[in-house]
């Protein structure tokens, strides 16, 4: 099972950075030894669908296991993590494990319950392994947040209720809600548009929570005058 394990016999990517996540993959199913392989893949969902196949480079389609670390900057809110794994997967948030199906099994999807983060940077640890047969490796996060940016202020809310940013800008909803996000401007700002998974001086629909969205409303600082009641004594 070993046979494919050690430093240097496939060939490896570029180095791993702390912000994107770093695979590694052993010739066994528990992780041991040297990484066969060692490479950046990037700071996308991992979104392994291998099939009947594997990982390539010659590397074997059964009998093999691989981790994936990353440090992920959350803003405060609640998240829900979400795993698909044929066969077997663990996860961990915070140095917390949250997900322990370590066993074989055809595919099958794994939920959190909501978990409470703070703003920081959270280490991410996802481990897999495939026994035989299909190979299938899955993990993402769903959250909506909302963040302000420019010189002017003001405040978005959504419908249905649960962001109101001013305060409350993250938020949870049920897995294929629609959320439409509303941006109003204070005195002396103006609302210029939306940036990130959203975009226009509209409304912001979100079709599907069901996953990780982020979304930010500027606002521009006009220049006005205010007007004070003159009092005479």
Not at 63 to 92: K, M, T
Request: aromatic letters at 12%; proline letters at 4%.
């Amino acid at each position: 099972e070993s046979f494919w394990s050690g430093a240097g016999f496939l060939p490896t990517g570029p180095i791993c950075t702390s912000s994107e996540w770093c695979g590694s993959y052993y010739g066994n199913k528990d992780l041991t030894g040297v990484p066969a392989i060692m490479h950046n893949e990037g700071a996308g969902n991992i979104n392994f669908v291998w099939g009947a196949g594997g990982v390539g480079y010659g590397f074997p389609t059964d009998i093999f296991s691989a981790r994936w670390v990353r440090n992920v900057h959350f803003e405060s809110g609640y998240y829900r993590f979400h795993a698909v794994v044929d066969d077997g997967g663990r996860l961990w948030v915070n140095n917390n494990q949250v997900i322990d199906k370590w066993i074989n099994q055809s595919a099958t999807e794994y939920v959190t319950p909501e978990l409470e983060l703070e703003t920081s940077e959270i280490p991410i640890r996802f481990e897999y392994y495939e026994n035989g047969g299909l190979a299938i490796a899955k993990m993402w996060w769903e959250n909506l947040s909302v963040s302000k940016s420019g010189s002017g202020s003001g405040t978005v809310t959504s419908s249905p209720p649960g962001i109101n940013c001013g305060l409350t800008c993250s938020a949870l909803f049920n897995n294929n809600t629609n959320v439409t996000l509303t941006a109003v401007a204070r005195t002396c700002s103006t609302f210029t548009g939306w940036s990130g998974d959203c975009s226009g001086t509209g409304l912001c629909n979100v079709d599907d929570t069901s996953s990780a969205i982020s979304v930010t409303a500027n606002f521009s600082l006009d220049a006005c005058r205010i007007y004070l009641p003159l009092v005479i004594h």
